[in-house]
C-alpha cells in the first residue's frame, strides 16, 4: 500500500517557477516508478511526466518538454516536479501516481498503467 500526498501548487504569473512535492509512504517506494499527470476543468487527465524507480529513465509530455523536469530521492520518499517558464495552460490540478512496475514502458502515459494516486495540487498561471 502507498499513499502519496502532493504540496507546493499555487498561483503564479506566466514565465514563473513552480515545485511540485510528492511525500509517499510504504517501505517499497523506491520499487516504483512514478508519474505527475494534470486535469484541467472540463478535460481528461493528461499525463506530465514520468520517472522510473532508479531516475535512469524519464519521459515528458511534449507540451511541457524542455520546461518541466521530473527527479526522486527515494532516501526521503519524495518525487518532484520543477515547472519553469510556465504558461496559462499549464493551468490544472496535478497529480502523482505510483505504478508497480519499477521501470517506464510504453504504457507509462496511460493513467490505467498506475496503481495508487494522490489527492491533487492545483496549479493556477495567469497571463
Known amino acids: 500500500q502507498v499513499q502519496l500526498a502532493e504540496s507546493g501548487g499555487g498561483l503564479v504569473q506566466a514565465g514563473g517557477s513552480l515545485r511540485l512535492s510528492c511525500a509517499a509512504s510504504?517501505?517499497?517506494?523506491?520499487?516504483?516508478?512514478m508519474g505527475w499527470f494534470r486535469q484541467a476543468p472540463g478535460k481528461e487527465r493528461e499525463f506530465v511526466s514520468a520517472?522510473?524507480?532508479?531516475?535512469?529513465?524519464?519521459v515528458y509530455a511534449e507540451s511541457v518538454k524542455g520546461r518541466f523536469t521530473i527527479s526522486r530521492d527515494n532516501a526521503k520518499n519524495m518525487v518532484y516536479l520543477q515547472m519553469n517558464s510556465l504558461k496559462p495552460e499549464d493551468t490544472a490540478v496535478y497529480y502523482c501516481?505510483?505504478?508497480?512496475?519499477?521501470?517506464?514502458?510504453?504504457?507509462?502515459?496511460?493513467?490505467?498503467?498506475?496503481?495508487?494516486w494522490g489527492q491533487g495540487t492545483q496549479v493556477t498561471v495567469s497571463s
Open positions: 501516481a505510483a505504478d508497480y512496475s519499477p521501470d517506464i514502458n510504453g504504457a507509462a502515459q496511460n493513467p490505467l498503467e498506475y496503481d495508487y
Open positions: 510504504g517501505r517499497t517506494f523506491s520499487t516504483y516508478a
Open positions: 520517472i522510473s524507480y532508479s531516475s535512469r529513465t524519464t
